[in-house]
């Protein structure tokens, strides 16, 4: 279904709440296995936790959000080609 936006509910030092140490480990391994949770050891953590599975489905909706920013087709070698043509052209012209 369409992602839903980030809250950023999770801890920050604006609030001066400190996460607990399972929260900071998890977080802290999280780039390493945000990829693969289910398979991972933080799984329970993350089942147990509403700040860090909050966290994670803020990080998926970034991630999707910023996929939604690429090129869906990579340009055919005509385009690069006229581009690299044009280029040459203007080129020219500041030479002469």
Same mark, same amino acid.
Request: proline fraction near 9%.
């Given at each position: 279904?369409?992602? #839903? ?8 030092? !604006? #609030?001066? =709440?400190?996460?607990?140490? !399972? ?9 390493? /296995? /945000?990829? @693969? ?7 329970? @953590? &993350? %089942?147990?936790?509403? *700040?860090?599975?909050? $966290? =994670?489905?803020? $990080? ?6 910023? !996929?939604? &920013?690429?090129?869906? =087709?990579?340009?055919?070698? *005509? +385009? ?6 044009? +280029?040459?052209? +203007? %080129?020219?012209? *500041?030479?002469?």
């Amino acid at each position: 279904g369409p992602a #839903t936006p980030p809250t950023f509910p999770f801890w920050s030092t !604006r #609030t001066g =709440v400190e996460p607990d140490m !399972r929260c900071r480990e998890f977080q802290k391994d999280l780039p390493e /296995i /945000i990829d @693969h949770l289910e398979a991972s050891d933080a799984k329970g @953590h &993350l %089942n147990s936790c509403s *700040k860090c599975s909050q $966290l =994670v489905a803020d $990080l998926k909706f970034i991630s999707q959000s910023a !996929r939604l &920013l690429l090129p869906l =087709v990579e340009p055919s070698p *005509k +385009v690069w080609a006229a581009i690299e043509k044009s +280029v040459s052209l +203007v %080129n020219d012209k *500041k030479q002469a």
